[in-house]
């Protein structure tokens, strides 16, 4: 990067199914007062505003000018992001990019959703291809169902290993505090929970959460001066597929799908080795338990169908050797337009020491998180304690 | 003109349907029930800015400082500035000639679209008085003021 770019603060909303007490600007309002409070900026101090959500979510456009009272963007430069459930994530890296080319020293990025307002799955439908695919287009469940399927013909994998993501995440989710499904369930539970579409169970897939996440970015200098703790954003990474490139559902596949070619690339940028040993903790987007199996192998934690046996050993619980998903994810609290920034704002926590009661118990120098969008495409940032890790 | 193909474009027919349920919030909530129970309306007024927004907000948008009281406007006010439209399309709220006008009301800052009926295009001015002419049967929308008119 041109200019080094640092996390100096951030915050987030208590995230829940019902957020009566607030419009949409108070909710994202109360991001950007957490966040400013945790910089110790104000919001004069913030050169450009970035917002993002996924489009028409809550049957509204151009959400960056109707919720500027609520974003602080009023008479500030401001851009608008929408890349379906990428969408947090990418406000953090266009942040990090107007930061790291030196036009910008301090950018505000926000992401929500209030997913209660709309019919989110009636635009869920607008994601598939108007001449292919939305005649048959429900919501998200049947192609991480489709995902599941594969992943089970072709490793021999067992309902209960994705069980045991469900149940990894909710009681992950119960030592955050701001996280939506703090569930105390078993393996039992999640395999006797309702079927939705074989062998996606109710326990396996997201809620549909209220909430927003603000972070704050800025240049070396600036970071240096006003954080105790700034995070360092050390490389960002996207990749795209095709929507009808069936090869994501199709564990085995050879060919380079966006998900590995984008881990690929982030960890030549980094010179990984083993991701595994080089990263600390993993904050992924999986908005389904099958979805954390396919990306553990993706991002090389393990070798392909090997995804399922790193649960089953317990090395991505929390106090495992390759924590992921400390937080609870994407599985305990999915607002969406929030939800993959939540997964750079928690890595940054992680690596603070400030995640609280579902803080690791190793030490954290180095994060890497991930995101989708719509499947088809991703989003990655390694984040550092230091410049020198 | 269409360009010459070698086959007969076709097109396929798609339709979304989307509900939308908006909480309204803070500032929002109050407006709302006032308007209905009462036909009181309320303003946000920011002290540090001293100005009153309409419609009311939680947060102020030029100092950023959060705002929890709520006032009485109006119910008077003054046009600011109207249109009279002349085509009617589906999309439009009413059936064409009608008055879209922006009304501030007496004790706010900030004006917003609104009917104006019950005059007659030529007497309309900026700068004109107005009252609101309230609806009978009240649901808390901005409808509850159906339009307004020259005192």
Known sequence: ?389 | MENKTEYKPFEVDQHLTAHGNYWAGKAGSRFFTSLRDKKKLLGSPCKACNKVFWPPRSVCTFCFGELKDMVEIGPLGTVETFTLVTYSEPIQPRTAPFIYAVIRLDGADTGMAHFLDEVEIGKVHIGMRVQPVFAKDRKGNILDIQYFKPL
């Not at chain 1, 998200?140 to 089970?152: E, L, P, R």
């Not at chain 1, 995070?231 to 597929?241: C, D, K, Y």
């Not at chain 1, 982030?266 to 904050?283: C, M, N, Q, S, W």
């Not at chain 1, 929030?338 to 118990?361: T, Y």
């Open chain 1, 1 to 389: 990067m041109k200019r080094n770019v640092a996390i100096i603060g951030g915050g987030q909303t208590y995230h829940a199914a019902r957020r009566h007490d607030v419009d949409q600007a108070e909710m994202v309002n109360e991001a950007v007062r957490a966040a400013l409070k945790d910089a110790r900026m104000t919001i004069d101090e913030i050169d450009l505003v970035i917002l993002g959500n996924m489009e028409f979510f809550e049957g509204v456009h151009l959400t960056d000018c109707w919720l500027v009272h609520g974003s602080g963007a009023y008479g500030k430069q401001g851009v608008k992001i929408t890349t379906g459930g990428t969408v947090g994530a990418t406000a953090v890296c266009a942040g990090a990019h107007h930061v790291a080319s030196g036009l910008f020293d301090k950018v505000l990025c926000i992401g929500f959703e209030k997913q209660e307002e709309g019919d989110t799955g009636a635009i869920l439908s607008g994601v598939a291809n108007p001449l292919w695919g939305r005649s048959m287009a429900g919501a998200a469940v049947g192609y991480f169902a489709m995902m599941g399927s594969s992943y089970i013909a072709n490793w021999g994998a067992t309902e209960e290993h994705s069980a045991m993501v469900a149940v990894k995440a909710r009681q992950n989710a119960r030592k955050n505090k701001y996280a939506h499904l703090k569930l105390d369930i078993t393996i039992e539970d999640a395999l006797n929970s309702r079927m939705l579409a074989w062998p996606i169970r109710m326990l396996d897939m997201c809620p549909a959460s209220n909430g927003a996440c603000a972070m704050i970015l800025a240049d070396e200098k600036t970071a240096k001066a006003r954080s105790k703790k700034p995070v360092w954003i050390r490389a960002m990474e996207t990749a795209h597929n095709e929507q009808f490139e069936l090869d994501w559902r199709d564990v085995k596949t050879e060919r380079l799908i966006f998900s590995k070619a984008a881990a690929g690339r982030l960890y030549r940028k980094l010179g990984v080795d083993d991701p595994a040993k080089y990263f600390d903790v993993f904050e992924i987007y999986e908005p389904a338990t099958w979805a954390e199996l396919i990306w553990y192998e993706d991002l090389g934690l393990c070798g392909p169908g090997e995804g399922f046996r790193l649960i089953e050993q317990g090395k991505t619980n929390i106090d495992g050797p390759i924590p992921v998903n400390p937080s609870g994810g994407v599985l305990s609290t999915n607002c969406i337009g929030a939800s993959a920034m939540l997964r750079v704002w928690e890595a940054a926590l992680q690596i603070r020491g400030d995640a609280g009661e579902h803080q690791v118990p190793k030490d954290v120098r180095r994060a890497m998180t991930t995101a989708y969008g719509g499947t088809n495409w991703t989003v990655m940032t390694a984040l550092s304690k230091t410049l020198e890790d």
